[in-house]
Structures are given as structure tokens and as C-alpha cells.
């Protein structure tokens, strides 16, 4: 049989992107970062999730390197983060001499495990990194409060997490990427919303915003100059170039635009994949993603969890065969070539687990509903085998 | 009398970036970077220069921290460089923890003094950063000699040099770029060549060029397994996200590409400015830029040099009035807010001159003739006052 090729990620486009580019190229006059469509982001993304600050950087990874120079990190600091997470996580604090004390993650989805984290604070702690993996959300509550009884600064790695909410105890709900202290956004082209690389820093914590601009404009007083508060700008700290040019920002607000409309189709196919694929859990072939209780899913990723190494293997070539693209994802940082040798904490159970059995399956907005019945059909195939 | 408004920059467009980023963005599937363009631009520039191995950046600060990382800069470290620059030449290095030996200009253009180099050499020096600022050449015969008698690294802040040469003793004509162990340019939209923001790194030790290409793609030897010599890909050292978005670099394919157009215009623009205030630098009012007998002008800048402060406060001003903008460049980095405190060296009479006396005038693709000699004008009127 003749199978259309099924790949794993298409970017998607609204159709705006080339209107935009094309303004800011021609029309506004400045192509370097901090122009009219880096503040248009900015204020999009502050007005709709409720963000204190928010700065665009050239990607997720830059947003967290601002971060660790925000938080002063300096060789000795301990900062906790998940071992399953992107190598950026942990090579932002590397870069400043942090020690990383890798956590594991959570036993029903890939999420910190917070009930892990008390164990792993020393007085050397200065930072809780938590990643919401799949824009699933981290028990935020309960991670925030040990940051406070211990003093600690959390750090919201939500480069999947664009537009997913965390719902308090008291009922109040919270845009991912809102409640820590700082956190980080990606707008990679594989994710939800694009320009290609890119990324924000959102700041919580009023006391970073002025340090923040200025970290961001290569460690000079630039910003303040221009809004007259200075009368010449200059050398005052650490920074580096952390600006997007302004094309990417363009790129950028043509997404942001039509966030909703993204959101909607991308929850829709992964509601479509759920609904399908339920039945295979129900007999324990493998595991679907959990939503938290204070939680929602944002349609960002569609993953499952085989039950072992062989069985994923097995899956994914099976899938490959016909034509379509599954892929897995992060190995335990813990275990990498670069970290194995300075790694002294215990097993890592769900890291390694997650590392080994879990799947993503094609996720983008132009999937058509005739492709996702084929892939869980190929699924349920392998799984009868 | 209404004069005209005549700006300091005008981001040049060649009339194909719009092309080349729809091309990107809509027919070559890949919008994230290290894609089509960015290899199409890497290429280009390895051919046209004889550059050994090139990667695109996202600025020319991002260039200048992957040299820091390559170098294996360590605290205590020292790096020799002109206090007359950029902070991201410095800010580069100390993030990396590097003690910034800063260093005086030459007398006659605000290069590196490169006899002042040998005394600030120690036991701790690691590198010797060399800017060619206004794209002229620094003594590159006799700091390659240094460095080699003294096993130092030397990294050349091309910034402002693309396109511009250096003629070795021997009479070999090489471009600026290619003759330190690494070198790093600037496409920030004030630079002959332009992507709005970006930069590239290129790697004349053939030594570098594998651990580059890594810390390049986030620590992750993801490069080598598109290439298919390794089976999986991880994290196997530092690094960062260093890549810039394919449709930065489709931008700056379509400038690369009218490389000998733009420079051709922007050196007619600079001789005439050079032939037309020839005459005040006769009369000692002021100084024109120098071109060494072994550098050649690449049109990135037309600079003068004033007598005094005060001079050029009046000159500026002067200029402004008549709705031409002028301005002023580096502040010296070792007097610098951030600086002056760890600051242990002798006074740099020529970087503090330049910060207080040069001026740069309107330089740009699209600057006509009829406002060259305008300011020309106005210059010349402002000297007979």
C-alpha cells in the first residue's frame, strides 16, 4: 500500500508573517533589536497572561543565560533542576560555575518531583528550576512554598508552556510562566507559537526589571538613556546581546496574533490522539499523558509511554515504516557523556524511564484528522502484533 | 533656510531580503536555524575570504562568547585588549571570568597599540583581542609575532571589518578575519552588511573547528549526527544556542550577495568626504581617519577627530542645528561605571581622546552626494566661526 509520508513537525503559518517582515523591513526603519515589533510582543504577551515584564530574547536557551546572570550565580551555587529537561536548562547555570543537582521527575508525567526536591537543598541552594514539560503544569503550590521556607528562587523553564494555566488551591488560575520568580519562553519552530529560533524572559520579581534591561542591552544603561533618564549610557554590569532583530519579532507577532486560533487546533488534534489511543491504555499497552488535577494541556506535544526500551524501539520503527515520523526525546542529563562523571546523587528512576519508553507523535497545526486516525491505527496495529 | 533632516544610518536594503525570507519562510520547511541560508551565507563567506570555517551567530557578541568558550577562559585568565571598543568585546570574556587587561589605541587611528602590547603580557595572559575599528587593520605582522613568542591566542574583533584587508611584510594581501586563530563579525544593521542583528564566528585553527561547531548547537554533538557519524546525539559539553533563525540569514544572503555593490558606494562616499575636509586637516583644525600603508578603507565608517571636548561638543551640536546627525563612539571601557574600580593600569591618553574628541559622520548606502556636501559644508563653516 501506497502511505502518505507523515512527518513529525510542519511549521505552521497564519499568512501575516511575510506582511509583518515585510513592515518592518521597509516601512519601520530599524531592523536591530528593541524596535516596534519587539515591544508590540512584548506587550501582547504581558497584556494577555498577565505578566509583570517580559523581554524577547534570540531564544529560550539566551532567556535562561539572562537568567543566571540575573540571580547572580556564582561557582558553588547549587540550583536544582529536572534531569529529563533540553541540555539548555542545565548549560545556562554551567556557564556561571553553578553545580546542578539534578531531580528526578514524577512517577504519572514527566514533571519535576517535587516531593524529591526538599532532599536535594543545601545551603548552597540558591535556585529551583522546574520545566513544564508539555505545558503540563509542576505542582506549583507546593514548589513555591519550600522556595520560600528555604529563601530560594524558582525559575520557570516553560519553553512548551505558552498559554497553559496552573490552578491554585485557592482556586486562582494562573498562567504557566507567571508564578516563578523568573521563567522562560521558546518560540522554536517546534513549538506552539514561532519565529524560528527565538525565546522571552518574563520577570515576576519587580526587583529584576531594571537589571534585567540592562543584562539584555549588553550590560549597558542604553534603555534608560533613551527613555531620557540618563544623559550619556554606558558600561554598568554583566550582559550580552540578547535582542532579537526585529524581523523575528515580526515573525513573531503574526503568530501571537492568532494564538487562539493555533491553540484550538492544536488542542483539538491532541484531543482526537487522547480519545484514540485511551483504549490502549485501558488495557495497559502503554501509558498517555496526565493532566494534573492543576493543570490543563496545551496542545503543545503528544507523547506516550511504551513499557520498555525494546518496545519503543520496536514502535517507532514500526511507525517509520509506514511513513510515519514518531521521535523520542531527551536522554537523563544526569547520564550524558559531558555530566556521567560529575553526577555523585541516586538513581534517577522516572528521568531514565521517560528517557527510554516515551514517544512523541506528529503534532503541528496542518494535521489532518485523516492522519491522526491513520497513526493510532498503526499504533493499535503494532500493539496486536 | 529648511534644511533637509539628514540621519546618521539608513539600513540598506538590496531589494531581495523580502524574497529570500518568503523563499524561507514558505518554501524550505525550515525555519529554525543552522538551515539552507545559513549554510548558502557560511559558504559564501568562506569562499569569498578564504575564511578556513565560519558559523553564523546571532550577533557579534554571541561570536565573541563562543571564542571565550573555546578558548577555555577560566577565572584569573587575562585577555589583552584596546579599551577603545565595544563592552561585548570585554563582556565576553568576563563572563568566562577573565581578568580584561585593557590596552591604549595608536596615536594615529584608533587601533590597538600594538607596542604597548609586550609590556602588559604575563604568565596569566591567555588571549590578545585585537578591534579593527573602522575596519582598519591592526599591525597584524607584529601582534601574530607577539602572540606567537608568548603562546597567545589572538582573536580579531572584525566587527567593523568585513571586506577590508591587511598586507602582510611579505606583500600578501589577506582579508581581516582570516589571519587571528579565531575572528568574529558583526551584521548589526549600522555595519556594512547587515541582518538587522547577527554575527558570525570564523575559525582559522583547524583545531577549534570541531568543539566550535558544538558549543555552537548547544553543547550537543547534534551536528555530527545529522552527518551521520555518531548514532544518537547529547550533551557532551558547554554551549549555547548561537544560531540564528533562518530568515536572519536569508536577510543576510540577499546583502552578501551585493557585497561588491555596497562596498563600491560606501568607499565613493567616504573618498568624497576625505577629499572634501582634506583641506581643515591641512590647517591642523582637526584630524582625518589614517589609513595604514598596510590597511586599506572598507567604507564601514567616515570619522574625524577633534581638538578637545569641547571642540566636538560644539561641533556636534553645530551639526544638529543644521539637522545633521553626528555622533560620538566609544567611552573607554577601563573608565567605564562597571570598570573604573577594578581598573589597576596606567592612563590610556589615546582611548580616553578618542572617547572625548572623535566624531562619526552620516554613512550610508543611500546618502547623496548633495548632503555629503552639505555636511561638508557645514563642517567647514563651523571651523571658520
Same mark, same amino acid.
Given at each position: 500500500m501506497d502511505y502518505k509520508n507523515i512527518v513529525f513537525n510542519k511549521p505552521y503559518l497564519t499568512g501575516k508573517e511575510n506582511h509583518y517582515i515585510y513592515d518592518a523591513v521597509?516601512?519601520?526603519?530599524?531592523?536591530?533589536?528593541?524596535g516596534f515589533y519587539t515591544n508590540k510582543c512584548q506587550e501582547f504577551l504581558k497584556d494577555k497572561y498577565g505578566f509583570e515584564n517580559c523581554l524577547l530574547t534570540t531564544s529560550c536557551t539566551d532567556a535562561l543565560e539572562m537568567v543566571a546572570i540575573l540571580l547572580r550565580i556564582q561557582p558553588g551555587d547549587e540550583v536544582i533542576m529536572p534531569?529529563?529537561?533540553?541540555v539548555s536548562t542545565a548549560n545556562a547555570f554551567i556557564l556561571r560555575g553553578a553545580k546542578i543537582v539534578f531531580c528526578d521527575s514524577r512517577k504519572d508525567y514527566?514533571?519535576?518531583?517535587?516531593? @524529591? /526536591?526538599k532532599s536535594l537543598i543545601t545551603d548552597k541552594t540558591k535556585a529551583i528550576v522546574v520545566v513544564h514539560y508539555a505545558g503540563l503544569a509542576c505542582d506549583m503550590d507546593y514548589i513555591m512554598d519550600i522556595a520560600e521556607e528555604n529563601k530560594l528562587f524558582v525559575v520557570e523553564d516553560a519553553a512548551q508552556a505558552i498559554d497553559s494555566y496552573f490552578e491554585s488551591s485557592n482556586g486562582e488560575k494562573k498562567p504557566l510562566g @507567571? /508564578?516563578?520568580?523568573l521563567s522562560t519562553f521558546s518560540f522554536h519552530?517546534?513549538?506552539?507559537?514561532?519565529?524560528g529560533e527565538g525565546g522571552a524572559l518574563v520577570i515576576?520579581?519587580?526587583?529584576?526589571f531594571q537589571r534585567a534591561e540592562i543584562i539584555w542591552e549588553k550590560g549597558t544603561n542604553r534603555s534608560s538613556f533613551f527613555r531620557g533618564e540618563v544623559d550619556k549610557y554606558g558600561w554598568v554590569d554583566f550582559g550580552s546581546s540578547f535582542l532579537p532583530a526585529e524581523l523575528v519579532s515580526a515573525f513573531l507577532y503574526a503568530q501571537l496574533e492568532n494564538i487562539d486560533i493555533i491553540q484550538n487546533k492544536r488542542k483539538e488534534i491532541w484531543t482526537r490522539y487522547f480519545n484514540g489511543l485511551k483504549a490502549l491504555e485501558e488495557k495497559g499497552c502503554l501509558e498517555l499523558p496526565k493532566t494534573p488535577s492543576y493543570g490543563c494541556n496545551n496542545g503543545h506535544m503528544f507523547y506516550l509511554v511504551c513499557e520498555n526500551i525494546e518496545q519503543r524501539t520496536g514502535l517507532l520503527k514500526f511507525l517509520s515504516d509506514k511513513k510515519i515520523k514518531a521521535v523520542f526525546h531527551y536522554q537523563s542529563l544526569h547520564k550524558s557523556e559531558f555530566f556521567k562523571d560529575k553526577y555523585e546523587g541516586e538513581e534517577l528512576e522516572n528521568s531514565d524511564r521517560y528517557s527510554n519508553c516515551l514517544v512523541r507523535l506528529p503534532m503541528f497545526f496542518e494535521l489532518e484528522n485523516e492522519s491522526i486516525d491513520r497513526i493510532i491505527d498503526v499504533i493499535k496495529e503494532y500493539y496486536t502484533l
Open positions: 521597509n516601512n519601520k526603519g530599524q531592523l536591530s533589536g528593541n534531569s529529563y529537561t533540553f514527566p514533571a519535576i518531583d517535587e516531593k @524529591s /526536591i @507567571s /508564578i516563578g520568580h519552530e517546534t513549538k506552539n507559537i514561532i519565529s515576576n520579581d519587580s526587583s529584576f
